[in-house]
T-cell receptor, first 119, second 115 residues
Framework: AQKITQTQPGMFVQEKEAVTLDCTYDTSDPSYGLFWYKQPSSGEMIFLIY??????QNATEGRYSLNFQKARKSANLVISASQLGDSAMYFCAMREGLYSGGGADGLTFGKGTHLIIQP | NAGVTQTPKFQVLKTGQSMTLQCAQDMNHEYMSWYRQDPGMGLRLIHYSVGAGITDQGEVPNGYNVSRSTTEDFPLRLLSAAPSQTSVYFC??????????????FGQGTRLTVV
């Protein structure tokens, strides 16, 4: 079974609209972290936002927020007021075993969502 | 502010050749890792290291070798290149995961083609 599922291979959104990118995850570990990365066409991986499994509040970073629904194992990325420069691939990732001496097994990535912002 | 530096950016190899992808970080991170990215897939972990002298296998280690003699450097060796190793390779570093967020900083990537 996939540990990270991103169900939207591609999305087209009008500029200035809000965007929600879906991510569901599967883990039995109580301590884990969820990440979102942006990969523009130039290829680099850009860290956007992080949510820990014990964090009480949803993470926010500027125009990015993470809608964390722990019971549903969902960690959707919300981009407010989208811009043309937001066009890119977006990856959800998870690291398990935090705080328990684990977590050294690296990040598990979803397959990504290709977001295109239209003027 | 170099961060994570990977070299080369592009490489073409013939089947059976060997080569080393270089990765260096200047953030004094304990944790370093190598991923490969194939079309339509996310990144998959090849090997990782939690400190100098300590390495371990990730999800797709076959055909690759690593070593970590210093905190800064984590080279990835392709022992005998195969067309299936055509991919984009990313090196990443972070503080150890048990610090919490352990944000991974990625290099620019190496696009490798094996013919």
């Amino acid at each position: 079974a996939q540990k990270i599922t991103q169900t939207q291979p591609g999305m087209f959104v009008q500029e200035k609209e809000a965007v929600t990118l879906d991510c569901t995850y599967d883990t039995s570990d109580p301590s884990y972290g969820l990440f979102w990365y942006k990969q523009p066409s130039s290829g680099e991986m850009i860290f956007l936002i992080y949510q820990g499994s014990y964090d009480q509040q949803n993470a926010t970073e500027g125009r990015y927020s993470l809608n964390f629904q722990k019971a549903r194992k969902s960690a959707n990325l919300v981009i407010s007021a989208s811009q043309l420069g937001d066009s890119a691939m977006y990856f959800c990732a998870m690291r398990e075993g935090l705080y328990s001496g684990g977590g050294a097994d690296g990040l598990t990535f979803g397959k990504g969502t290709h977001l295109i912002i239209q003027p | 502010n170099a961060g994570v530096t990977q070299t080369p950016k592009f490489q073409v190899l013939k089947t059976g050749q060997s080569m080393t992808l270089q990765c260096a970080q200047d953030m004094n991170h304990e944790y370093m890792s190598w991923y490969r990215q194939d079309p339509g897939m996310g990144l998959r972990l090849i090997h990782y290291s939690v400190g100098a002298g300590i390495t371990d296998q990730g999800e797709v280690p076959n055909g690759y070798n690593v070593s970590r003699s210093t905190t800064e450097d984590f080279p990835l060796r392709l022992l005998s290149a195969a067309p299936s190793q055509t991919s984009v390779y990313f090196c990443a570093s972070s503080y150890l995961p048990d610090r919490g967020d352990g944000e991974a900083f990625f290099g620019q990537g190496t696009r490798l083609t094996v013919v």
